[in-house]
């Protein structure tokens, strides 16, 4: 099918169609895993003309493959993107993007919250290379304002962010990065482009652990990247062929057999959280619950705005602390205690001391991410027995 003419449908019929359809050399209706590192000239003057850009084609994975290229065009179409490039992690994205960037000298702002490994890339590795970020409270828009300078080279937003679901204002971002004429980055992992769709919002690229939701099932390390055809270009011409974190064909296949069941996976997702969450609101032993679809969520209305759901990420405290969170991650029985997040299985994990361990104790608490916060990415399973395994578990629990 055409583009144009793909573009039409909504958003779960692209999930099924959008990677394009029945191989056109075979009509297998599934996309081939092209597993070739290297792809034949017609002579050597097509090969010649494929190094020099004058002729679209493969020459080599580490620069594109087919399968790689069905996921690309998946994610652009689910983003409502130009382009999109896939790599081997989340973390290669966000690398790449940053690098694409950034030179020596120049600084970035971003949320303070934040998955760990992109903290740790802002504060341990960028400095080497002399790029500072700097790390605010995105929920002031002032904090974002005083801290762009004229060596600001872009604007890095996670939301719902990672672990505290904190909300960061999209449009918001969009205007202020338009206003000094730098590009919106934004992390859209917990989301998926079913709940947010940043682009739409005024953002400039979009970014993505497709590990998570993307993939859904556990089985694959990757990551995506959605922007300008221009910007594409040149991350895949200069920082995915110098860095080489390339996605493997098979880990291709798997997410694009992954997005085929996102709209339902994410709704399911949603739906179970949700139950969960006013399952944990109200029970004796939770201090407090972090769910953006809970009115209490302090975030809730902006969150309404520009997300078309809630996701299924929920945080909360447990009273006795750090302790009481441990007896309860030992109690679980269904709930698997994991870091990672968005598949189909429910994991449980403990931000301070797993995920978000690069951050220093006064990180933390600045980020409120306190000793007692535990992480639950639910799962798909039936919310009845999540709620059962959690209330077992917490009868365990001595607060
Ligand atoms: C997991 C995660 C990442 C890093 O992705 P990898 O695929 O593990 O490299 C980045 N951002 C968020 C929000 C994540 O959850």
Same mark, same amino acid.
Request: hydrophobic fraction near 40%; aromatic fraction near 8%.
């Given at each position: 099918?055409?583009?144009?003419?793909?573009?039409?449908?909504s958003?779960?019929?692209?999930?099924?169609? #959008?990677?394009?359809?029945?191989?056109?050399?075979?009509?297998?209706?599934?996309?081939?895993?092209?597993?070739?590192?290297? &792809?034949?000239?017609?002579?050597?003057?097509?090969?010649?003309?494929?190094?020099?850009?004058?002729?679209? #084609?493969?020459?080599?994975?580490?620069?594109?493959?087919?399968?790689?290229?069905?996921?690309?065009?998946?994610?652009?179409?689910?983003?409502?993107?130009?382009?999109a490039?896939? &790599?081997?992690?989340?973390?290669?994205?966000?690398?790449?993007?940053?690098?694409?960037?950034?030179?020596?000298?120049?600084?970035?702002?971003?949320?303070?919250?934040?998955?760990? #490994?992109?903290?740790?890339? &802002?504060?341990?590795?960028l400095?080497?290379?002399?790029?500072?970020?700097r790390?605010?409270?995105?929920?002031?828009?002032?904090?974002?304002?005083?801290?762009?300078?004229?060596?600001?080279?872009?604007?890095?937003?996670?939301?719902?962010?990672?672990?505290?679901?904190?909300?960061?204002?999209?449009?918001?971002?969009?205007?202020?990065?338009?206003?000094?004429?730098?590009?919106?980055?934004?992390?859209?992992?917990?989301?998926?482009?079913?709940?947010?769709?940043?682009?739409?919002?005024?953002?400039?690229?979009?970014?993505?652990?497709?590990?998570?939701?993307?993939?859904?099932?556990?089985?694959?390390?990757?990551?995506?990247?959605?922007?300008?055809?221009?910007?594409?270009?040149?991350?895949?011409?200069?920082?995915?062929?110098?860095?080489?974190?390339?996605?493997?064909? %098979?880990?291709?296949w798997? %997410?694009?057999?992954?997005?085929?069941?996102?709209?339902?996976?994410?709704?399911?997702?949603?739906?179970?959280?949700?139950?969960?969450?006013?399952?944990?609101?109200?029970?004796?032993?939770?201090?407090?619950?972090?769910?953006?679809?809970?009115?209490?969520?302090?975030?809730?209305?902006?969150?309404?705005?520009?997300?078309? +759901?809630? +996701?299924?990420?929920?945080?909360?405290?447990?009273?006795?602390?750090?302790?009481?969170?441990?007896?309860?991650?030992?109690?679980?029985?269904?709930i698997?205690?994991?870091v990672s997040?968005?598949?189909?299985?429910?994991?449980?994990?403990?931000?301070?001391?797993?995920?978000?361990?690069?951050?220093?104790e006064?990180?933390?608490?600045?980020?409120?991410?306190?000793?007692?916060?535990?992480?639950?990415?639910?799962?798909?399973?039936?919310a009845?027995?999540?709620?059962?395994?959690?209330?077992?578990?917490?009868?365990?629990?001595?607060?």
């Amino acid at each position: 099918m055409e583009n144009n003419e793909m573009k039409r449908y909504s958003f779960a019929t692209l999930c099924v169609h #959008g990677s394009g359809g029945a191989d056109p050399a075979t009509g297998a209706i599934s996309v081939p895993i092209y597993q070739s590192s290297t &792809f034949k000239f017609k002579s050597a003057r097509h090969g010649a003309q494929l190094f020099a850009g004058e002729k679209e #084609g493969y020459v080599y994975t580490r620069l594109g493959n087919p399968t790689q290229s069905a996921l690309e065009k998946e994610m652009a179409f689910l983003e409502g993107g130009e382009a999109a490039l896939a &790599f081997a992690s989340g973390m290669a994205a966000i690398s790449a993007v940053v690098f694409a960037y950034c030179r020596a000298g120049d600084n970035l702002v971003s949320t303070n919250t934040l998955y760990g #490994g992109t903290h740790n890339l &802002f504060m341990e590795t960028l400095p080497r290379f002399n790029i500072e970020a700097r790390e605010v409270d995105t929920t002031n828009l002032e904090n974002i304002i005083n801290a762009i300078d004229d060596k600001t080279r872009l604007l890095y937003i996670e939301t719902p962010a990672n672990p505290t679901l904190t909300i960061t204002d999209l449009r918001a971002c969009a205007k202020i990065a338009r206003d000094y004429k730098i590009p919106l980055v934004v992390d859209n992992t917990f989301p998926t482009p079913y709940f947010q769709r940043p682009l739409e919002l005024g953002a400039d690229v979009v970014l993505h652990s497709a590990t998570k939701y993307i993939g859904g099932h556990g089985d694959t390390v990757a990551g995506v990247v959605v922007g300008k055809k221009d910007f594409i270009d040149e991350l895949r011409a200069n920082f995915l062929r110098d860095l080489g974190a390339v996605i493997s064909p %098979l880990n291709a296949w798997l %997410l694009v057999r992954g997005l085929k069941t996102l709209a339902i996976r994410m709704e399911r997702h949603q739906q179970n959280a949700m139950k969960v969450a006013k399952f944990l609101q109200f029970h004796p032993k939770i201090k407090r619950v972090w769910y953006p679809g809970l009115t209490t969520h302090p975030q809730h209305e902006l969150a309404k705005k520009q997300m078309a +759901g809630f +996701g299924g990420m929920i945080s909360f405290e447990i009273k006795g602390g750090r302790r009481a969170g441990e007896q309860l991650m030992n109690a679980v029985k269904l709930i698997t205690l994991a870091v990672s997040l968005g598949d189909v299985d429910s994991l449980i994990e403990h931000p301070a001391s797993m995920t978000h361990s690069t951050y220093s104790e006064e990180e933390l608490a600045k980020c409120g991410i306190t000793e007692s916060l535990v992480r639950l990415s639910v799962g798909i399973e039936d919310a009845r027995d999540l709620i059962q395994d959690l209330s077992q578990a917490l009868r365990k629990v001595k607060v």
